[in-house]
Nanobody
Framework: DGEVVESGGGSVQPGGSLRLSCITP????????MGWFRQSPGKEREGVAA????????YYADSAVGRFTISQDSAKNTVYLQMNSLKPEDTAMYYC?????????????????WGQGTQVTVSS
């Protein structure tokens, strides 16, 4: 219903970069976490990165450490996921979600509003 809207997906070659954006027009930052998740065919949804919108603290899954950066622009109610050094195994539908609390986790059960997803494809 438009509470969480992702954009920025696309196709890129291995080693390339993409920046995903997630806007939450109805929610005011500061009282919840925001997270990025991904899911590829035949696999379970996995958490990638999370940020606490009150203090800006972040958390990354092992697969994202050193390559992905989550950030926020509170004035725009927007969260970003900068993805560098992309690999074919990063290919997935990427989802943004709003957490029920400020706990910055990669557990999908702690998130209550989800976007429709944006596709990221990494191939040569």
């Amino acid at each position: 219903d438009g509470e969480v809207v992702e954009s920025g997906g696309g196709s890129v070659q291995p080693g390339g970069s993409l920046r995903l954006s997630c806007i939450t027009p109805r929610f005011t930052f500061g009282i919840f976490a925001m997270g990025w998740f991904r899911q590829s065919p035949g696999k379970e949804r996995e958490g990638v990165a999370a940020i606490a919108t009150d203090i800006g603290g972040t958390y990354y899954a092992d697969s994202a450490v050193g390559r992905f950066t989550i950030s926020q622009d509170s004035a725009k109610n927007t969260v970003y996921l900068q993805m560098n050094s992309l690999k074919p195994e990063d290919t997935a539908m990427y989802y943004c979600a709003r957490g029920a609390t400020t706990w910055r986790s990669c557990l999908s059960s702690t998130y209550d509003y989800w976007g429709q997803g944006t596709q990221v494809t990494v191939s040569s």
